[in-house]
């Protein structure tokens, strides 16, 4: 059995290289002591809250990493941790102020250094489309998974079952989805309907559509090693993670308006997070704890339900990371508990 070092060398050392440059960044700001120990204070807040909101976005991954082949897991270790951290954390509110405001990507990254008040209200501006979004690709995401024909364990009996039996209905979870999210229009204020719903839609077809490609991929459609090895599988790793991500990075701006602070902080959350994915595949944790998939799960829909509920009023991201983790500690002691009565036979 490997050590946690193993796992958690890299997220150790991005700890303590991303730690001092907060100390530095810091100095450069506020060019006093105490404003340094701020901004590496804000950078360990922001790196447990990631690990927090994105606990469950580890054991979902680790489920469908299981099923890759170890090159493309290695690919999702190394290519997969620079989208988060440089793509999700530093690009995407970028690219959001680079929209919203209409302008090109260097005063994008002016305004982020030199009028950080200014760069945090423009992505502040942008929170429906962002919540519209990340909302329904996680509720497909979480709906998907409970409502399978195929699904055979159940941590909630009485209603896990009757969500299986209803896979017969073709669409199901599509159909909800979008009730869900007219709903939302329809008691949305008048200036944000448009800008939710067309989000929402997208977040629904972008669900569909790297489902579709991943399937056709996966399934050998494409004669190359490299595309049966995993790439759809790690295409969907990549969306979901993005989708995560978006609550961490919106949040992220209640603490500290410094993009570059927010980019420290959560890759240090990121780091870890994907070490927890690595650690879960290698130790075999998700069929050891029978029920800690399903708390994941559960945990992604109290989550995308938060996001549309973002959009109409106030809902602190404490609020939703304690859910997921109250979810996910469940789970845990459920299956242990499964286990005490069902122990393995000897052989």
Known sequence: ?????????????????????????????????????SFFFVACVLAVLEISLSFDNAIVNANKLSRMTPIWQRRFLTWGILIAVFGMRILFPLM??????????????????????????????????????????????????????GKEVHWFPALERRLSACASVRGLEIGFVLMLVLFVVWVQPMQEE???????????????????????????????????????????????????SFDGVIGAFALTQNLFLIAIGLGIGAF????????????????????????????????????????????????????????IGMSFFSSVRWRRANPEPCE
């Open 1 to 37: 059995m490997r050590s946690a070092f193993h796992f958690f060398g890299w997220a150790f050392g991005f700890t303590a290289i991303g730690l001092m440059l907060a100390l530095w960044l810091g100095f450069v700001y506020e060019h006093t002591f105490s404003g340094a120990m």
């Open 194 to 244: 448009r800008s939710f719903l067309i989000a929402a839609c997208t977040g629904l077809l972008t669900f569909l559509a790297v489902e579709g490609i991943g399937q056709v991929i996966d399934r050998g459609s494409l004669s190359s090693e490299m595309a049966r090895g995993g790439i759809g599988a790690f295409l969907y790793l990549e969306v979901l993670d993005a989708s995560f």
């Open 272 to 327: 870890y997070v994907r070490s927890m994915t690595v650690m879960l595949v290698e130790r075999h944790a998700l069929s050891e704890f029978r029920f800690l998939e399903h708390g994941a799960f559960w945990s992604i829909l109290v989550l995308s339900v938060a996001m549309f509920a973002q959009t109409l009023m106030p809902v602190p991201e404490w609020a939703t990371g304690l859910l997921g983790v109250l979810f």
């Open 96 to 149: 959001i102020v680079v929209v919203a405001a209409h302008v090109g990507p260097w005063e994008a990254i002016r305004l982020a250094a030199t009028e950080p008040r200014e760069y945090a209200h423009i992505i502040d501006g942008a929170h429906v489309s962002i919540a519209g979004f990340g909302g329904a690709f996680l509720m497909m995401v979480a709906l998907s998974y409970f409502v399978d024909a």
